[in-house]
């Protein structure tokens, strides 16, 4: 059960990581056709920063949930180095716990938030809804709350191990 819980969430970690990098893509990609609009045809492609800023917001909450597999908390790792090893899992577990009801919060409200905005428009894109940006929230907390319990289950602390 615990090996097959985390290849799923290594799948899904893996698959959230992808959906940032294309993210991080797109939004370099249209920066460079802004650019080239704006600066060599001068004819500026205004649609292009709202889409860029769409993309970047995605790219964040899409890229947290493998911070949070790695193990890669600074303050955690602050905390771990300081306590005695009988501690270190009771911390494992309050950090998850922490983590889990500040993680379920942004999914509550992330999830009211973008029903909210879906009655408006963004600017420059009157045709797609602010639901779609909004949405990040939710959907990156979701994959986060299956990254926190890998970690839990599977303590990885790379940022801990590679600091010098």
Request: proline share 4%; net charge positive; hydrophobic share 55%.
């Amino acid at each position: 059960m615990k090996n097959a819980f985390l290849r799923f969430e290594g799948w899904m970690t893996s698959l959230a990581m992808v959906g940032a990098c294309l993210m991080l893509a797109i939004a370099a990609t249209l920066g460079m056709f802004q650019i080239i609009t704006r600066f060599v045809l001068e004819q500026p492609a205004e649609w292009t920063e709202v889409l860029i800023r769409f993309s970047l917001i995605w790219m964040v909450f899409l890229g947290i949930p493998a911070a949070f597999r790695r193990g890669a908390m600074i303050s955690v790792d602050v905390l771990y180095r300081w306590s005695p090893p009988k501690m270190r899992r009771a911390l494992d577990w309050l950090v998850c716990i922490a983590s889990l009801v500040l993680i379920g919060i942004l999914i509550w409200w992330g999830w009211d938030y973008a029903k909210r905005g879906g009655v408006q428009t963004m600017a420059g894109l009157e045709s797609l809804s602010m639901f779609w940006a909004y949405l990040a929230m939710p959907v990156g907390a979701v994959f986060c709350v299956l990254g926190l319990i890998g970690q839990l289950i599977d303590p990885q602390r790379h940022e801990l191990e590679t600091a010098q």
